[in-house]
Every structure is written in C-alpha cells, then in structure tokens.
C-alpha cells in the first residue's frame, strides 16, 4: 500500500491575497505543483482545493484551504479524515513573523505563537503535526501586525522568497526523510 502525507499551505483565497506575506504557504503548494508536475488542483466541497502527485511510492496530497486562514483547521480536518492520514504524516506551510524574512524552522507540535491559521488548526485536530515556518519578519509596531501579514511584499523581499519557495519545492523528499537537513539547507542560503 502506498504511503500517504498530507501538505497543507496556509493562506487566504482570492487575487487580492496572492502576493501577502501571509500566503507564502499557498506559495510554496503552488511551486510544488510546479516543480512535480503535479494534478491540477481540483476543489473538494467549500472547504478546499487540493492536487496530488507520486514521490516514489509516497501518495502526497496537497492542500490549499478556501475558508480564509483563521477557519483553515476545518480544511484539515476534512482532508485528515477523508484520505485517512495520521497527524505525523500532515506538513503546514505558514508565514512567521517571528523569524527573519527567509528563514525556515521546521519543528512537530508546540505552540501557534499568535498564528490564526495555526489555532484553528490546533483547535480541531490538535497540535502535533509538522509546522514549517517561513519567516516573513516583523513590523516595527505591534499594532501593525495584522496590516503587515495582509501586505504584499516588497520587491526585494520578494526575491528572496522566491528563492526560499524554490528550494522548499525543489527539496521535498528531505522532508520526508530528514527535516533538519532541509532546514539547515535553507538556512544556509540566505546567509550574508
């Protein structure tokens, strides 16, 4: 029987959201679908839009929620329970303002450090499943949290995204088999 695993992009549906430094999860599904060759997503009820692809004898599902992300852990659940899969085999893709832009943290349960998307996850399924973090930096105010996720990035902050999306979707099968590898390998390129 194959292996299944369930990758999860957090991010809010619609153009207006696409470039939002609180999207980068879509972004990284997106660029995955790409570098596999992945189906076409295909929408699963409201809740949902998911594509699939083989890695060796790996079945991996990927998901990007339609509930906008503060309802993102109803997504998951639907998706956990329909194709069966184990919380250990669930990866969530998702910005950090905690982390510099580009950095990338990859860590199994812990806390949702403000996230929205994360708590309703958590709320639903629990919190022991795979989180990769992808720093998107932080606003010089509190207050201005909410406005800065919601913003698109700037150009030079987008190439470096882009460069860290690339190598997340180029470098899936390190996931599967060795997170800190992975991680170590994308914290190395951004280095100064």
């Known amino acids: 029987m194959d292996l299944q695993w369930l990758f999860v992009g957090l991010g809010n549906p619609g153009q207006k959201y696409e470039a939002n430094r609180h999207n980068v999860g879509f972004a990284v599904i997106d660029a995955i679908v790409e570098s596999f060759s992945a189906a076409p997503f295909k929408k699963m009820t409201t809740l949902t839009e998911v ?7 790996n079945k991996i599902f990927l998901a990007k929620p339609l509930t906008f992300m503060n309802l993102s852990g109803q997504a998951v659940r639907f998706l956990m329970d329909f194709y069966k899969i184990p919380m250990e085999k669930i990866y969530v893709f998702h910005d ?16 949702n450090g403000g996230h929205n998307g994360l708590r309703s996850i958590d709320s639903i399924i629990g919190n022991d499943y795979w989180r990769i973090r992808i720093g998107v930096g932080r606003p010089v105010e509190k207050s201005m949290v909410s406005s ?15 460069s860290i999306v690339h190598e997340i979707s180029s470098n899936i ?15 190395t390129i951004i280095k100064t």
């Open 51 to 57: 594509s699939s692809f083989f890695l060796k004898e």
């Open 96 to 111: 950090d303002i905690d982390l510099e832009l580009g950095r990338v943290k990859i860590k199994k349960g812990g806390g």
């Open 148 to 162: 800065y996720v919601l913003s698109d990035f700037l150009c030079d902050e987008h190439i470096t995204v882009r």
């Open 173 to 187: 099968q390190l996931l599967l088999l060795d997170c800190k590898q992975l991680e170590s390998k994308l914290n």
